[in-house]
């Protein structure tokens, strides 16, 4: 308790950094927002309609004006009104959120799926010529970027099958589950296949060194059968560093899948925040980045609390 007590104290000392950075970034780029937004038309409007504009969107004023304005609407839950979209900036991002999850949370499970059993085989099998094998495919998957397997995935439906993968507007899994799958299996099929190299990697050296401890052997002299003491033995204590790996990744697919889903057309987090640096959107940047700061130190928060679900010899209380 007095771990997680200690880590939702510097939550808002997190979010306040985050908070500073995000806010000179983005005005540190070139241009302003109302001529993003409006584009040649912007040069047909009146010094008095261009200063309307701006207070309205509360850009009118100095950058300490603007932070302490913006950081009080935060405070209360306002963050602020996007220039691309007229709308309240939560509203914006609570609308292209749940795509994002759940094609990081999809993105998760098929590495899970492939990469687990591929480095329990790796390691059950050291020095083997299939564990080389594996070595040698997780070395190129960490080594290539997401979005070629994206476009590789294209170019193979598109020219092997003739088909294209479904896009366009969002489908809920609730509303169209077959529609919802169709859309998002390839672009999480995507991620899930870059993801799956490291958890093949973490996986299979977390395996090597917990095969080599001394309540394996022990198990193994006892005459248990080979596959509970790989799947119910050694297989929980590898999983540490693996969840530990997730946590971190699933960070970086809620703020990082820009390039996938611009590849698939996605109306996904990272594309809207793309979309938003490019309009000079500052409300709605500042917004998606603390959201996604906001759930990366949630979901690392969880991984920690997992750690005692996994091996209860750790106690959250004693660490740093």
Same mark, same amino acid.
């Given at each position: 308790?007095?771990?997680?007590?200690?880590?939702?104290?510097?939550?808002?000392?997190?979010?306040?950094?985050?908070?500073?950075?995000?806010? /000179?970034? @983005?005005? !540190? &780029?070139? $241009?302003?927002?109302?001529?993003?937004?409006?584009? %040649?038309? +912007? *040069?047909?409007?009146?010094?008095?309609?261009?200063?309307?504009?701006?207070?309205?969107?509360?850009?009118?004023?100095?950058?300490?004006?603007?932070?302490?304005?913006?950081?009080?609407?935060?405070?209360?839950?306002?963050?602020?009104?996007?220039?691309?979209?007229?709308?309240?900036?939560?509203?914006?991002?609570?609308?292209?959120?749940?795509?994002?999850?759940?094609?990081?949370?999809?993105? /998760?499970? @098929?590495? !899970? &799926?492939? $990469?687990?059993?591929?480095?329990?085989?790796?390691? %059950?099998? +050291? *020095?083997?010529?299939?564990?080389?094998?594996?070595?040698?495919?997780?070395?190129?998957?960490?080594?290539?970027?997401?979005?070629?397997?994206?476009?590789?995935?294209?170019?193979?439906?598109?020219?092997?099958?003739?088909?294209?993968?479904?896009?366009?507007?969002?489908?809920?899994?609730?509303?169209?589950?077959?529609?919802?799958?169709?859309?998002?299996?390839?672009?999480?099929?995507?991620?899930?296949?870059?993801?799956?190299?490291?958890?093949?990697?973490?996986?299979?050296?977390?395996?090597?060194?917990?095969?080599?401890?001394?309540?394996?052997?022990?198990?193994?002299?006892?005459?248990?059968?080979?596959?509970?003491?790989?799947?119910?033995?050694?297989?929980?204590?590898?999983?540490?560093?693996?969840?530990?790996?997730?946590?971190?990744?699933?960070?970086?697919?809620?703020?990082?899948?820009?390039?996938?889903?611009?590849?698939?057309?996605?109306?996904?987090?990272?594309?809207?925040?793309?979309?938003?640096?490019?309009?000079?959107?500052?409300?709605?940047?500042?917004?998606?980045?603390?959201?996604?700061?906001?759930?990366?130190?949630?979901?690392?928060?969880?991984?920690?609390?997992?750690?005692?679900?996994?091996?209860?010899?750790?106690?959250?209380?004693?660490?740093?």
């Amino acid at each position: 308790m007095t771990y997680l007590l200690r880590r939702l104290v510097t939550f808002p000392l997190v979010m306040l950094g985050v908070s500073v950075l995000v806010f /000179v970034a @983005i005005r !540190l &780029v070139p $241009g302003d927002s109302i001529t993003a937004m409006l584009g %040649t038309e +912007a *040069g047909l409007l009146t010094p008095e309609q261009k200063q309307a504009l701006s207070a309205y969107f509360g850009i009118d004023q100095g950058w300490l004006v603007q932070y302490g304005r913006w950081l009080s609407g935060v405070i209360t839950g306002n963050l602020g009104l996007s220039v691309t979209y007229g709308k309240p900036v939560l509203e914006v991002i609570l609308q292209r959120f749940p795509l994002t999850l759940e094609l990081a949370c999809f993105s /998760v499970v @098929i590495a !899970l &799926v492939l $990469g687990l059993p591929l480095g329990v085989f790796a390691a %059950t099998r +050291a *020095g083997r010529g299939s564990d080389l094998s594996v070595r040698i495919f997780a070395m190129i998957g960490q080594s290539t970027p997401s979005f070629v397997f994206g476009l590789g995935i294209i170019y193979i439906l598109s020219a092997g099958f003739g088909i294209l993968p479904a896009m366009g507007d969002y489908v809920p899994l609730t509303q169209d589950p077959i529609g919802n799958l169709s859309q998002l299996f390839f672009p999480a099929l995507t991620l899930g296949l870059s993801f799956t190299a490291s958890v093949t990697r973490i996986s299979r050296s977390a395996m090597l060194d917990v095969l080599s401890d001394d309540y394996v052997r022990t198990a193994r002299s006892k005459g248990v059968a080979r596959r509970n003491v790989i799947w119910r033995h050694a297989l929980p204590n590898a999983l540490i560093p693996v969840i530990t790996l997730c946590g971190v990744e699933f960070g970086y697919l809620l703020g990082g899948a820009v390039l996938v889903e611009q590849i698939f057309a996605l109306p996904g987090l990272g594309r809207m925040t793309l979309e938003a640096i490019l309009q000079r959107d500052y409300a709605l940047v500042q917004g998606a980045v603390l959201f996604v700061a906001l759930n990366f130190m949630i979901v690392n928060l969880i991984v920690d609390l997992a750690y005692v679900a996994l091996d209860p010899r750790i106690r959250l209380g004693s660490r740093s």
